[in-house]
Structures are given as structure tokens and as C-alpha cells.
């Protein structure tokens, strides 16, 4: 099981940079659009939605990103998104996600989707990789505090492998990771300079959370599906949701920031 799931990340992380690096924006928005449409399935099944209609939903789902890209719409939607992940998600985690919600999960699942997909196809090619890195320090680093000092549980009914530890552990590896990103990128190291650092690394702790409320809602998301994973398209990993739960929360939030700094 180990190595399978070394051996899929290994290919998802080269498929990604080759398609990011490689590939016109028009042509990774399409990348992206796939992503969305994949997800929107997962998304649809742990709804509790039938076949059909997930299908239809993944769709519209597409649909609605097709339309949005590139409209005076996107930076709406992302404050939405943003005011969703920051406000609406951590009160209905606390809440519980439950079968009593299924008719909202839906609307909630495009909410998590597009925005995201909108900023993957916003963000110039470094940046998004800066971004996701983030998440990725962030994981990696809770995930090794976790084990190694892990006492009390953050979200035990949800996701009981979480601590608070494990939490603290993620932000300093995000502050760690920021602080030599600032430092060795030429263009950012000339905004970040007196008291911009405390606003680069308050926007970055803020990411950092973000990406552990979705981590955690896709977490509930499943619990209240009866599921232990959102698919089984990628082997030792599940599914598609399964990997980009953190990113959904933190890339449309990453790209207000960013805009806000004048980095786009």
C-alpha cells in the first residue's frame, strides 16, 4: 500500500508540473476544468446523489466554470468563497455535518469547486506552485508533529488522527516555509518589507487554517456518507476530493491576497 501510494503521487506531481509549466493557460484551465468535473462527481456521490443526477451535477459544475473564466464575475465569487471557508464552514463543522444537511450539500460542493478551479486558472504557474506547496509543509509538518507529539484531539468525532499538536506543527512549518519564500524570491522580497511581514505571515497562518477547515469538512462530508474515502480513481490515495481538500479551501482566499499585495 506504501509504495502504491508513493508511486501515485510520484506520477500525480509529474502530470501537475508538466501541466503547469508546460501547457498555455487556456490549455491547463482545462486541466483544471477536468479536475472540477471529476470532484464535482465524487462530490455528488457523497451527497447522496444517484448517478445520473451526479452526472448532471458535475456538468453544471463545468458549465458554471466555463462561464465564470475570465468574467468580471471571478473576484465576486472568490469573496464569497472566501467569506464560505472563513465563517460558514468552521461554524458548521462545530455544528455537524449530518444527513439532515443533504440538501444543502450540493450547493455547497460548487461553492468548494469552482471558486477554486477559478483561482488555479488565475494564478500565474509559480505562484500556484508556491501556493499548493504551502499546503503541502502544512500537511507534511502536522502530520510529523502529530506522530511525534500528539496528545489532544482537534476534531476527534471527524477526524480523530488530528491533534492540536500536529495543527501547531503545520503553522510553524508554514511560517518557516513563507518566511525563506519571501526571502528567495526577488519579486516578493522587495513587497515584503517591514511591516508587510507581519501581513505576509498573518495571510499565511490564515491559509494554513484554511486548508485544515477543508481538510476537515471533506473529512465530515464523508463520516456523514458512511465513506472512508471520496473515490477510487487514484490507488492508495482514493479520490480526487481526497487530494485537493486543503487546496479548495485556501487557493480562492491565496488569490485575494495575493491581488491585495499586487503580485498578480
Not at 26 to 32: E, Q
Not at 204 to 215: F, K, N, R, S, Y
Not at 247 to 252: G, Q
Request: glycine residues 10%; proline residues 4%; charged residues 10%.
Amino acid at each position: 500500500m506504501f509504495l502504491t501510494r508513493v508511486l501515485t503521487a510520484t506520477v500525480l506531481l509529474a502530470a501537475f508540473l508538466a501541466a503547469l509549466f508546460l501547457l498555455d493557460r487556456a490549455a491547463f484551465a482545462a486541466v483544471v476544468a477536468v479536475v472540477i468535473v471529476l470532484a464535482a462527481y465524487e462530490w455528488g456521490n457523497l451527497a447522496g446523489l444517484g448517478r445520473r443526477v451526479r452526472l448532471a451535477y458535475a456538468a453544471a459544475c463545468l458549465i458554471l466554470f466555463g462561464l465564470l473564466l475570465g468574467s468580471a464575475l471571478v473576484e465576486p465569487v472568490l469573496w464569497a468563497a472566501a467569506l464560505f471557508w472563513i465563517l460558514a464552514v468552521p461554524w458548521w463543522i462545530v455544528a455537524g455535518v449530518s444527513g439532515k444537511d443533504k440538501a444543502w450539500l450540493p450547493a455547497a460542493g460548487i461553492v468548494v469547486l469552482v471558486p477554486a478551479g477559478l483561482a488555479m486558472a488565475a494564478l500565474p504557474p509559480r505562484q500556484i506552485l508556491m501556493i499548493l506547496g504551502l499546503i503541502w509543509i502544512s500537511d507534511t509538518a502536522a502530520y510529523l508533529a502529530g506522530r511525534a507529539w500528539g496528545r489532544r484531539k482537534l476534531a476527534a468525532t471527524i477526524s480523530p488522527g488530528k491533534t492540536w499538536e500536529g495543527v501547531a506543527g503545520g503553522a510553524i512549518g508554514c511560517v518557516i516555509y513563507a518566511i525563506i519564500w519571501a526571502l528567495s524570491d526577488p519579486d516578493l522580497r522587495v513587497r515584503v518589507q517591514g511591516v508587510m511581514w507581519i501581513l505576509f505571515l498573518a495571510g499565511t497562518l490564515l491559509l494554513c487554517a484554511l486548508g485544515v477547515v477543508g481538510d476537515l469538512f471533506e473529512s465530515a462530508l464523508k463520516r456523514q456518507a458512511g465513506a472512508k474515502d471520496s473515490g477510487k480513481l487514484l490507488p492508495g490515495h482514493g479520490g480526487v476530493l481526497d487530494r485537493i481538500d486543503s487546496a479548495t479551501a485556501a487557493l480562492p482566499v491565496a488569490l485575494l491576497l495575493v491581488q491585495a499585495m499586487g503580485a498578480t
